[in-house]
């Protein structure tokens, strides 16, 4: 089946700082999306991204469809932002949502 | 508007009951999902329903495990003779198409079987 690694899988950071999250897949995909699970576990949406780039705020998102992968980024990091950030793809090949390994996030004052 | 609502938040059963969860999906949308979260993981698939009928149903893990959704909108996830490796969160998901629309999750239902 596919295969979706993420990195890092634990990323620690200061507040202000920049930082960049990736997502490999293994097959070509028709939906990609990433969330952030916050502390409390409810799963945000970021951003449904399947190809190209999108921008929200401090947050980006690019994905290249064709080399099988999506950064996600965030910038000017606050402590907000900590929790878990999943990207989740379902492939041509699938009938379900497939869920990465997940960048656990730890933002300090 | 409302977001996808499932109920109860938390659960506590002994093992070998009966239990049953319920997903409020986002008004309107056709496809329903369903997923199960353990400690320390990514959600896993559990089932897709496509209006009332459930689209695939492989993510389910044995045949303790039914879920319904009688009138294209609500859906109940019903768990017979629970055991203990059943604890984890059952996430509900609604989109408003199909799979290649954006997923929107619901709160979870933490579900402890002692």
């Known amino acids: 089946g596919i295969q979706v690694e993420q990195s890092p899988p634990d990323l620690i950071l200061q507040e202000g700082a920049n930082s960049t999250l990736r997502c490999n897949f293994s097959d070509s995909v028709n939906n990609l999306q990433w969330f952030h699970q916050n502390p409390w576990g409810q799963l945000i949406n970021l951003f449904y991204i399947p190809s190209g780039t999108k921008q929200n705020g401090r947050l980006s998102a690019t994905t290249v469809a064709t080399e099988r992968y999506s950064l996600l980024y965030i910038s000017s990091s606050q402590t907000t932002d900590s929790g878990v950030y999943f990207c989740a793809v379902v492939t041509y090949n699938t009938d379900k949502l497939i869920f990465g390994t997940g960048t656990r996030l730890q933002v300090f004052p | ?114």
């Open chain 2, 1 to 114: 508007g409302a977001g996808v609502s499932q109920t109860p938040s938390n659960k506590v059963t002994e093992k070998g009951k009966y239990v049953e969860l319920r997903c409020d999906p986002i008004s309107g949308h056709t496809a329903l999902y369903w997923y199960r979260q353990s400690l320390g993981q990514g959600p896993e698939f559990l089932i897709y329903f496509q209006g009332t009928g459930a689209a695939d149903d492989s993510g389910l893990p044995n045949d303790r495990f039914f879920a319904v959704r009688p009138e294209g909108s609500v859906s109940t996830l019903k768990i017979q003779r629970t055991e203990r490796g059943d604890s984890a969160v059952y996430l509900c998901a609604s989109s408003s198409r199909d799979l290649v629309d954006t997923q929107y999750f619901g709160p979870g239902t933490r579900l402890t079987v002692l």
